[in-house]
């Protein structure tokens, strides 16, 4: 019998809607996981047990009354600290809200509960989810970065304390971490999942993600918790059509492939490009290498100019408030962003469509986009969360990309595959995905 911490969400959440296991057992499993691991990995900014094994206890009384539990019926959840719970602290890894208790709980945990989980507890993040690294150590090896911002969910994750994370992305703070800490990760279309309640540095940017060891796991956690909501002004209804099942579909034909190196390519390390050149050498006629035009070259000074000019005015308050509790790095970036002319700002949120409807252009004759997830493996060391630049042009345009842990280095560290999609079709990409997952390990790269 495998250890129950072991068990992905949709075989934890199976077991315990049918009685095998109780979700108190599932959730004890994993507490005893972190007790193990916590002191190497450091993944939790908050962890209650007894909080924990009281939801666990209460979702099991639900079941016991013969009532639904819910899809997620126990599945333990790690939350970025930046997610609100009104059970819990959100401080944003931020000294200024240090002690910070929400009233409420976020959009996204509100439906997480209705939907049966066990919020485990908060994960740790960067300083109000920017750069500054967090105390999380990666579990593929401990000398290395998780990555950041999402670093204590991709490392619970990653180290099989929980079998799902939900994330934050404004740069690259979903899919790099997902990269880095070998896990399957999903940063969706902008809006698919509601920010209310979530610490907002970029309202054109900023989208939650989540984080599992499958890509149906991924599909399945979308499918709870992708209600729209009227408080967010870019969330958006979606069909109640289930992911996972859409996923699970074989495509009508084999997936083709665009391999795209764009202007990210001359940042990535040797590994990588040696990594995908033997991946697409393996994919043969699934794959077809594509360029873009000039003017995509610039898309990575648009984002930055974007999200500079929105981490100024949404953090701007926290400066005037008392910016000597902010760190001299996040102090320089706001500074830089206050400065940000209003019409370079208006300039770069105008080409973002134009440059939008040049990728679709690519996905109407491709299933997906193909590139890395990051320049390489996690970078050694923790004074940096690694290189956002094949994450950002990406979240700049608001489409949904899935990250597959399918490749390595030498030494064993994970290099992500990204597949990117069309917004609104998280379906198509996830079967994409699946079919690449299940292909790559029936075709090993040597």
């Known amino acids: 019998m495998p250890h129950l911490a072991d068990l ?48 666990a206890r209460a979702v099991d009384a639900i079941r016991a009354a013969g009532r639904d539990p819910g899809p997620l019926a126990g599945v333990p959840v790690a939350i970025k600290d930046i997610i609100d719970t009104a059970d819990m602290p959100t401080e944003n890894g931020c000294q200024l809200h240090v002690g910070r208790q929400p009233e409420r709980d976020a959009f996204v945990v509100t439906e997480l509960r209705a939907a049966g989980a066990v919020i485990m507890g908060k994960a740790t993040t960067t300083e109000l989810a920017t750069l500054t690294p967090t105390k999380s150590r990666n579990p593929k090896n ?54 209310t309640g979530v610490c907002l540095q970029s309202h054109t940017l900023d989208t939650l993600g989540v984080y599992a060891n499958s890509v149906d796991e991924l599909g399945f956690v979308l499918d ?71 003017d995509f070259g610039r898309i990575l000074d648009h984002q930055k100019v974007v999200q500079a000019a929105e981490n100024a005015s949404w953090y701007g308050p926290l400066m005037e408030r008392d910016a000597s509790k902010l760190s001299p790095g996040l102090r320089e970036r706001l500074e830089a962003g206050g400065k940000v002319a209003a019409r370079t700002y208006v300039d770069a949120l105008t080409v973002r469509e134009p440059l939008y409807r040049e ?67 998280e379906a198509r990409l996830l079967r994409t995905a699946r079919w690449l997952d299940q292909w790559a390990r029936a075709n090993p790269l040597d």
């Open 142 to 195: 401990l000398a290395h970065t998780p990555g950041g911002s999402s670093a204590g969910s991709a490392a619970a994750v990653g180290a099989r304390m929980v079998p799902v994370g939900i994330g934050t992305q404004t740069g690259g703070s979903v899919i790099r971490p997902g990269s880095f800490c070998g896990v399957y990760a999903i940063k969706p279309t902008l809006g698919l999942i509601s920010r």
């Open 224 to 294: 709870s918790i992708s209600g729209q909501d009227l408080e967010d002004n870019v969330s958006y209804p979606r069909s109640r059509a289930s992911l996972l099942s859409a996923l699970r579909a074989d495509p009508p034909t084999a997936p083709r492939f665009a391999f795209l190196k764009g202007p990210a390519w001359p940042f990535a390390e040797d590994v990588t490009k040696d990594r995908f050149a033997r991946l697409a050498a393996k994919l043969g006629g699934h794959v077809e290498t594509v360029d873009l035009s000039q």
């Open 8 to 55: 992905d969400a949709i075989e934890t959440s199976r077991r315990i809607r049918t009685g095998e296991i109780t979700a108190e057992a599932a959730t004890a499993a994993c507490l005893e996981r972190i007790g193990k691991l916590e002191p190497d990995v450091q993944a939790w900014q908050y962890l209650d047990p007894g909080q924990a094994l009281a939801a």
């Open 359 to 425: 990728v679709a252009g690519i996905l109407a004759r491709f299933d997906a986009i193909l590139c890395p997830s990051a320049c390489g493996p996690a970078p050694k060391g923790y004074a940096s969360t690694g290189n956002p630049v094949f994450n950002g042009l990406w979240t700049y345009l608001g489409v949904p990309c899935v990250s597959l842990p399918l490749l390595a280095d030498d030494a064993a560290l994970p290099i992500g595959v990204q597949l990117v999609g069309l917004r609104r079709d």
